[in-house]
């Protein structure tokens, strides 16, 4: 089942020539094609680890004398705020890289040995506060603290100053009374906004309390005091709003922390049983668990049987029987039995903490159209900050306009200016997505591969295991000899219960049999052909199709029937008396039901499939034709699936879905490489692109429907941000906005993306 994900091909290139392949830890060099080897460990490449197509920091490979920190930054949560500290921390000598996770509030940063003090107090002159977060192995999401709650008051305060103060101007009483109305507004309500915003323009920031801060000031000074003052307060309030529902977004993986019970009943060395606190329950000891019970840590069932509720791990819909010797894990329901299993992971390095840890790497990922949004708001905000500028400065001399309607229109424009609706959009989608695919029992690796999975044009399969249920099963019964008193059926099967050849196991399960089975002696192989043994003192032989000739017993309508079983990709084997065939057993690796609805659905999305098998020919083409999938290649050893990987690629995105080591190979070229049944491995979970925890193929459907809604969010998102701001824009050119419509405007379109994108987490 674990495979690697990277296969080291001869001597890796020279790091300076190789370019990036975007494949995890791999490179590809450019004289060689598409061989793939470990990332060098010199150059840019190792300067930069987190630059776009990179993998999360880690914290192996480090050179010596550096580490990594994880810091907890409670008002670290907008790209803004990113800016900030990016900026100041990348001046720092000590610092070697930063890794941001703004949906956690979480930065990684990789610095020398004795820097971390220095890192925290370049943090507090930013105005932030960091704490230490224990490492993410440890726990991932479950242990960023929970943001501190701000009283509600101050801001009720400042609403009903600001709300008088728009009454004393409509009432027409004297200005001077609006006016400390306003200015008690502000100061209760946006001292924070003000301190922030003065903190961001000293470090050369534009960020949000900047533009609002000076457009506030800007109100002011024209004698705007009502909408100065509801201006700040719409905005702090709008803020506060959106603060709630980003915690929506984030809390769309810690609720996956919770699915854990705190305390599990374990064996004490005396006999007894005793509670104790999962995360200090070390492997091997001996966990008892109740009808009823979440099940508190991995472990192998040592006694008892029961059904358990697997969704929470895998997806699955039904609860799954477990008995002595199978796995159970983490977060995952007992059913009506009761049973005891021993424990094989720490809390800290169970299933559902590796899974919560790979999404939470994968939030912080920086997806594709975050990056060029990122990009692209680099540009604009200084660029509409230039053009109210312009606007203020230059508007009155060329038109001949008054000076107080221009400056207006301009403070209108920098409220409008910040990007943050159109920044927030793509990072609470993805969560969204991604925390819905985890959910479902599917582990998306990055918001890369959920972005890219809606281009795949052909997905390409493993035979065994993925499409069948990898284990030979008996499918036909053909009884060819009717003698009296003589039961070929009966012989065949206590004749292959002495065998532990694959095949002679499918027989002997394969029909139930009343009553004690025949002795058998003199049981011997055959080898290459079958096995023999003697019962009632008669010799029979019972092995495949070449055993037959030897023996001389085959005819033409035997050959027959064996030429149309075997062109169905099945393999049979016959029992004879040495004199004639007494009964023939065919044997097949059965499709899984779940395999022909899947490539149904897949062709119905568009999306074309190839199986890629080491079976011969006939067999792959007979099961790819019970399953109805496009092409089919047989004969296939490792490099010949990573060929036909990259000869399908030039047709379009391609996936590869496979389960073992010799699909690795194709599973590293193609563009998204699917593991199946990921759930308790670690070498899967971590080194897939997409990981699925159970054995079902409809979860690729599942992956690509996800992949495709996701999409349609982003692009939702895009233009409701783009499009509100450039509908207000030209309003406040044409002075039909006012500062308060704008403020409703900004934070407006970002309560609307971000409700939109949490549409996804509900799956």
Same mark, same amino acid.
């Given at each position: ?159 009903? *100053? ?284 990055? &918001? ?43 012989? *065949? ?49 019972? &092995? ?220």
């Amino acid at each position: 089942m674990a495979f690697q994900r990277i296969t080291p091909i001869t001597t890796p290139p020279d790091c300076c020539h190789a370019r990036v392949s975007g494949r995890g830890n791999a490179i590809e060099s450019p004289a060689e094609g598409n061989k793939l080897y470990p990332r060098p460990c010199c150059g840019a490449e190792a300067a930069h680890p987190m630059a776009p197509g990179r993998a999360a920091l880690g914290a192996t490979g480090l050179p010596t004398g550096v580490r990594l920190s994880r810091l907890y930054i409670d008002q670290m949560d907008c790209p803004t705020e990113e800016g900030m500290i990016r900026k100041k921390l990348g001046g720092m000598s000590a610092v070697r890289d930063m890794e941001f996770n703004l949906m956690q509030r979480v930065l990684t940063v990789m610095h020398e040995d004795d820097a971390l003090p220095a890192v925290e107090a370049a943090i507090r002159e930013l105005g932030m506060d960091s704490r230490p977060v224990a490492d993410a192995a440890a726990g991932a999401a479950g242990n960023a603290p929970e943001p501190a709650a701000k009283p509600w008051w101050p801001l009720a305060l400042a609403g009903v *100053a600001a709300l008088c103060a728009e009454g004393v101007h409509w009432a027409g009483w004297p200005v001077w009374i609006g006016a400390a109305l306003a200015l008690a507004a502000i100061a209760i309500g946006g001292l924070g906004t003000y301190k922030k915003g003065w903190i961001a323009l000293r470090h050369g920031n534009l960020n949000i309390n900047a533009l609002m801060s000076i457009a506030v000031t800007g109100a002011l000074l024209i004698g705007q005091w009502p909408e100065a003052a509801m201006v700040m307060v719409l905005f702090a309030l709008a803020e506060l709003i959106e603060a709630k529902s980003l915690d929506r977004a984030r809390n769309a993986i810690r609720g996956l922390v919770q699915l854990t019970p705190e305390l599990a009943t374990v064996r004490q060395p005396d006999g007894g049983w005793a509670d104790v606190f999962a995360g200090d329950i070390e492997p091997g000891r001996i966990v008892r668990v109740k009808p009823g019970e979440r099940i508190a840590l991995d472990g192998i069932i040592t006694d008892g049987q029961s059904s358990v509720d697997q969704a929470p791990i895998t997806g699955e819909s039904l609860p799954v029987d477990k008995t002595a010797g199978d796995t159970v894990f983490a977060g995952t329901i007992n059913g009506a039995g009761a049973f005891e299993f021993r424990v094989t992971a720490a809390a800290a390095h169970s299933t559902l903490a590796r899974i919560i840890h790979a999404v939470e790497e994968a939030q912080g990922a920086r997806a594709p159209t975050a990056r060029f949004i990122d990009r692209f708001a680099r540009i604009y905000t200084p660029a509409v900050f230039v053009i109210a500028l312009a606007v203020a400065v230059l508007a009155p001399l060329l038109s001949g306009g008054g000076w107080y309607e221009w400056a207006y229109r301009a403070l209108v424009m920098l409220v409008i200016a910040c990007p943050c609706a159109l920044v927030i959009s793509t990072p609470v989608t993805i969560v969204g997505g991604l925390g819905a695919a985890a959910r479902n029992g599917i582990l998306i690796k990055g &918001g890369a591969y959920l972005e890219e999975g809606h281009k795949l044009a052909w997905l390409a399969l493993d035979k065994t295991g993925t499409i069948t249920h990898g284990k030979p099963a008996l499918t036909d019964t053909v009884v060819l000899t009717q003698d009296a008193g003589l039961d070929p059926v009966r012989i *065949a099967i206590a004749i292959a219960a002495r065998s532990d050849h694959p095949v002679s196991r499918a027989v002997a399960a394969g029909r139930p049999i009343d009553g004690a089975l025949p002795e058998v002696t003199a049981f011997g192989a055959l080898p290459g052909r079958g096995v023999r043994g003697t019962v009632d003192g008669v010799s029979y032989q019972f &092995g495949n199709h070449r055993l037959i000739h030897e023996l001389g017993v085959c005819s033409a309508d035997l050959e027959a029937r064996l030429g149309e079983l075997e062109a169905q990709g099945k393999t049979v084997v016959l029992l004879s008396d040495g004199k004639r065939v007494l009964a023939l057993f065919a044997v097949a690796d059965t499709v899984k039901d779940s395999s022909r609805a899947a490539i149904r659905a897949l062709h119905e999305l568009g999306i074309k499939t190839l199986m890629l098998t080491g079976d011969n020919i006939h067999t792959a083409r007979a099961i790819a034709g019970q399953v109805g999938i496009d092409d089919v290649l047989g004969d296939q050893l490792p490099e010949d699936k990573l060929r036909a990987v990259a000869e399908y690629g030039r047709r379009g995105k391609v996936g590869m879905v496979g389960d073992g080591i010799n699909d690795a190979p194709a599973l590293a070229r193609a563009d998204i490489g699917f593991a199946m049944g990921a759930a308790g491995t670690d070498t899967a979970i971590e080194t897939a692109d997409v990981a699925l925890m159970d054995d079902d193929l409809n979860k690729i459907v599942r992956f690509v429907r996800l992949s495709r809604a996701t999409r349609t969010v982003l692009v939702q998102n895009i233009a409701l941000a783009l499009g509100i701001k450039a509908v207000f824009l030209a309003l406040a050119m044409l002075g039909m906005a006012t500062m308060w419509m704008a403020v409703f405007a900004d934070m407006g379109a970002s309560l609307l993306v971000v409700a939109n994108g949490l549409r996804l987490t509900r799956g």
